[in-house]
C-alpha cells in the first residue's frame, strides 16, 4: 500500500477521532447549563444533545469550506498529509489534556493553532493563507467578547421583564424553558463544530490528489456527523461540571439567558462560514448573564483559569504540532 492512501486513511481516522473527542469535549458545554438546574437529566441531556448534534452537522458546509481554504492553501501545501495528520494528533493530544483536568478549552484553538503550526514547519510563515487566517483569528477572539455582551443585555431584558413575578414560578417555567433552548444550543453546536473536521478530511483529499474542489463530499459529511454524535453520547461530565457549577449558581433564569446568547452566536457564526469556539462562547455568555445577575456571584477564579488556558491554546498547539510534524517528516 502506497504511503499517501496510508497518510489519507490515517488523516480520516484521526480527523473523526478528532470529532469524537470533540464530542464529549465541547457538547458538554451546550447542556451544562439545563443538567445543572436539572431542566433535564443527565442521560436525557446527552441524548437530546447527541441527536440535535448529528442533525446540525448536516445541515451545514460553508464553516467546513473555510477550514479547508483559509488557513493554508491546500494546492500548494507542501507535505500536506504530514502537516495535517500532525496537527490532528496535536489538537488531539491537547484536548485530552484539558479534559482531563476538566478544563474548557477550545477544540477550535486546537485545530487552528495546530494547521498553522505544522504548515509554518513544513514551509516557512509563508505557509499561511494570511487573509483567510487572520479572518478566522478575528472570529475566534470576537465572538467570546459579543456572547458576554448579549448574555448581558439577554438577561437584563428577562431580569426587567420578571421582576414583578414569583420567583419559584419563573424558574419553574424557565425549566421547560431550557429543554428547548438546550436542544437549540445543540444544534448550533453541531453546525459549527462538526464542519471542522470536513474541512480537514477535505484539505487531505486536495492536498493528495484525491479531489479537485472544495465541496464537501457527502460520505465526510455523513462520517463527521456520527462521530460528534456518539462522542456526545459519552458525555463530557468533567466539563460540565465546570461550567454548569464553577462560573456561577446557575438558575433556568441564567440558564435560558445563557443558552439563547449561545446558540444565537454560534449559529451566526456559522451562518456567515466562520468557525468559533463554542467553549469560549457558551462560557463567555455565562459570564456575562452572571454579570448582569450579580458580579459577586461570578466564580472569577474559575473564569481566570479560563482565560488563561484559551489565550495559550493557539501556540502550545502549534508548537506541539510543528514539532509532531518533524518527528512524522523522519518517518514518512
Not at 474559575?302 to 517528516?329: D, E, F
Amino acid at each position: 500500500m502506497d504511503s499517501m492512501l496510508i497518510l489519507t486513511i490515517l488523516i480520516v481516522v484521526g480527523a473523526l477521532g478528532f470529532d469524537f473527542i470533540n464530542g464529549f469535549h465541547d457538547t458538554a458545554n451546550a447542556i451544562a447549563t439545563s443538567v445543572s438546574t436539572k431542566a433535564l437529566k443527565p442521560r436525557h441531556a446527552i441524548l437530546l444533545a447527541a441527536t440535535m448534534n448529528f442533525v446540525g452537522a448536516m445541515t451545514f458546509t460553508g464553516v467546513a469550506k473555510t477550514i479547508t481554504k483559509d488557513i493554508v492553501d491546500p494546492y500548494t501545501l507542501q507535505n500536506g498529509s504530514v502537516v495535517i495528520l500532525a496537527a490532528l494528533i496535536s489538537a488531539i493530544a491537547w484536548n485530552l489534556i484539558t479534559w482531563y483536568f476538566g478544563i474548557p478549552s477550545s477544540s477550535s484553538h486546537a485545530i487552528i493553532g495546530s494547521i498553522a503550526g505544522a504548515a509554518i514547519a513544513a514551509a516557512g510563515f509563508g505557509a499561511l493563507n494570511y487573509k483567510g487566517f487572520i479572518k478566522i483569528i478575528e472570529a475566534l477572539l470576537i465572538s467570546p467578547v459579543l456572547a458576554f455582551v448579549v448574555g448581558y443585555i439577554v438577561y437584563t431584558i428577562i431580569k426587567l421583564t420578571f421582576k414583578n413575578h414569583n420567583l419559584t414560578k419563573t424558574n419553574k417555567r424557565f425549566r421547560r424553558v431550557q429543554i428547548l433552548t438546550a436542544a437549540l444550543q445543540s444544534y448550533t453546536h453541531g453546525t459549527n463544530d462538526a464542519q471542522k473536521a470536513m474541512g480537514i478530511i477535505t484539505l487531505a483529499l486536495i492536498a493528495n490528489n484525491m479531489q479537485s474542489g472544495t465541496e464537501i463530499q457527502w460520505w465526510v459529511q455523513l462520517a463527521c456527523a456520527v462521530a460528534m454524535g456518539l462522542g456526545t453520547s459519552i458525555g463530557g461530565w468533567k466539563i460540565i461540571k465546570t461550567v454548569g457549577g464553577k462560573i456561577m449558581k446557575i438558575r433556568p433564569v441564567n440558564g435560558v439567558a445563557a443558552d439563547l446568547t449561545g446558540a444565537a452566536i454560534i449559529f451566526g457564526a456559522t451562518f456567515i462560514h466562520l468557525p468559533v469556539s463554542t467553549t469560549h462562547v457558551i462560557s463567555s455568555s455565562i459570564l456575562g448573564v452572571g454579570s448582569a445577575h450579580r458580579v459577586k456571584g461570578v466564580k472569577w477564579g474559575t473564569a481566570q483559569r479560563m482565560v488563561i488556558t484559551w489565550v495559550i491554546t493557539l501556540p502550545i498547539s502549534a508548537s506541539l504540532a510543528a514539532l509532531i510534524y518533524m518527528i512524522l517528516n523522519l518517518l514518512f
